[in-house]
């Protein structure tokens, strides 16, 4: 979901409100973070928008390739409020399980 409305993106509008029926669809949402980059202000503005539907939302903190460091890292998304930060690496696959457990979950 982008949230910048820069002229030269004419088609955001519309991607913005296709994403926001597809949240109202679903039973579940990811939202996915980088873990190398930190927590920056728009995964705190997406958090914010995630926060306000009505639908469950886990928060996976990626690039986290390392079990001890990205445990490090994905510490640093609890101030998004958005609950447990589970910290996975994309090309590793660590973490998976627990994310799908996570998705999973009532």
Known sequence: LVFDDDAEHVFMPQIRQQAIVALRDAAVALLVVDGQAGCTPLDTDIADFMRRQRVKCVLAVNKCE?????????????????GT?????????????ELMDALTAP
Do not use: C, N, R, Y
């Open 66 to 82: 390392s079990e001890k460091t990205g445990e490090l890292q994905a510490a640093d998304f609890w101030q998004l409020g958005m």
């Open 85 to 97: 930060p589970h910290p996975v690496s994309g090309i590793h696959g660590t973490g998976m399980g």
